[in-house]
């Protein structure tokens, strides 16, 4: 069974960054497709960003715009997202999520269901 731990959440002002990372263990990690999602409260889970199993292949949701960056060290199981300009919008809980063996077409990283194993999330507060 795979575990994922998110840490790096926080408080910060608009403008500010932050660097999350998730922690997997249970698994081979180097065959996971990764993924990163949020939620805000009242507001459905969405997809930021994704990472192909051997890192050379990203994806981003268009609100990112270059804020956010997705990247995974498979030699220490962890995969981080760098976020740049955060804003009072960016207020959410941020979970990863992983897809173990198997195709992964590109057009999945956005959708929750394609994912096996989510993590427990943290939370990124954003003042203005």
């Known amino acids: 069974q795979v575990q994922l731990v998110e840490s790096g959440g926080g408080l910060v002002q608009a403008g500010g960054s932050l660097r999350l990372s998730c922690l997997a263990s249970g698994g081979t990690f180097s065959s996971y497709a990764m993924g990163w999602f949020r939620q805000a409260p009242g507001k459905e889970r969405e997809f930021v960003v994704g990472?192909?199993?051997?890192?050379?292949?990203?994806y981003s949701a268009d609100f990112v715009k270059g804020r956010f960056t997705i990247s995974r060290d498979n030699a220490k199981n962890t995969v981080y997202l760098q976020m740049n300009s955060l804003q009072p919008e960016d207020t959410a809980v941020y979970y990863c999520a992983a897809r173990g063996g198997g195709v992964m077409a590109s057009s999945w990283y956005p959708q929750p269901n394609t994912y096996d194993y989510w993590g427990q999330g943290t939370q990124v507060t954003v003042s203005s």
């Open positions: 990472i192909s199993r051997s890192g050379i292949s990203t």
